[in-house]
T-cell receptor, first 114, second 115 residues
Framework: NAGVTQTPKFRVLKTGQSMTLLCAQDMNHEYMYWYRQDPGMGLRLIHYSVGEGTTAKGEVPDGYNVSRLKKQNFLLGLESAAPSQTSVYFC?????????????FGDGTRLSIL | AQKITQTQPGMFVQEKEAVTLDCTYDTSDPSYGLFWYKQPSSGEMIFLIYQGSYDQQNATEGRYSLNFQKARKSANLVISASQLGDSAMYFCAMESPGTASKLTFGTGTRLQVTL
């Protein structure tokens, strides 16, 4: 009963390096989201997807790219990591985005950029 | 634009007592939903309770209830009979239907349950 799985759980990067965070869900959810959580700021939406092959910008999209090639996977990419991207990243998914359907979250990825 | 405000950075409550965590919101949408999530120290986000803007009754889920006052734009979470395991961060979030059900989160309240 995996739900939403994020890979990796921890990562340390140097400034300028690139990496991809993987989110996989096994609940057949249409909607998927990437958030970042910084101290004192709650969760902020980076990008989201309403279905396979579609993506859209959220509140804080700069410096990130995403792809949804398969319904169950949502990838978040950092092309050139910056210290300001040090954060905890959460992936979430929901069923058809129906009102009242809670988003199901992964356990998060703690990313440090040196 | 939507906004969620949680004015209590931290709260203490004694075990077995009830506690209210405050949440106020601002939106121009007539239809919206309000969620509460719990984040324990282990980091995962756990859904607690949901209230729709057109729901006639306040939502309840076990020891959790939502004190929804639409005119005041508040959606406070009430935890009854607090337990040590309730110690966590609590986030209020608002969803606007029709916008891919995106959530806008507040900054959270850290609750500490004491003996």
């Amino acid at each position: 009963n995996a739900g939403v799985t994020q890979t990796p759980k921890f990562r340390v990067l140097k400034t300028g390096q690139s990496m991809t965070l993987l989110c996989a869900q096994d609940m057949n959810h249409e909607y998927m989201y990437w958030y970042r959580q910084d101290p004192g700021m709650g969760l902020r939406l980076i990008h989201y997807s309403v279905g396979e092959g579609t993506t859209a910008k959220g509140e804080v999209p700069d410096g990130y790219n995403v792809s949804r090639l398969k319904k169950q996977n949502f990838l978040l990419g950092l092309e050139s990591a910056a210290p300001s991207q040090t954060s905890v990243y959460f992936c979430a998914s929901s069923y058809l985005g129906q009102p009242g359907q809670p988003q199901h979250f992964g356990d998060g990825t703690r990313l440090s950029i040196l | 634009a939507q906004k969620i405000t949680q004015t209590q950075p931290g709260m203490f409550v004694q075990e077995k007592e009830a506690v209210t965590l405050d949440c106020t919101y601002d939106t121009s949408d007539p239809s919206y939903g309000l969620f509460w999530y719990k984040q324990p120290s282990s980091g995962e986000m756990i859904f607690l309770i949901y209230q729709g803007s057109y729901d006639q009754q306040n939502a309840t889920e076990g020891r959790y209830s939502l004190n929804f006052q639409k005119a005041r734009k508040s959606a406070n979470l009430v935890i009854s009979a607090s337990q040590l395991g309730d110690s966590a961060m609590y986030f209020c979030a608002m969803e606007s239907p029709g916008t891919a059900s995106k959530l806008t989160f507040g900054t959270g309240t850290r609750l500490q349950v004491t003996l």
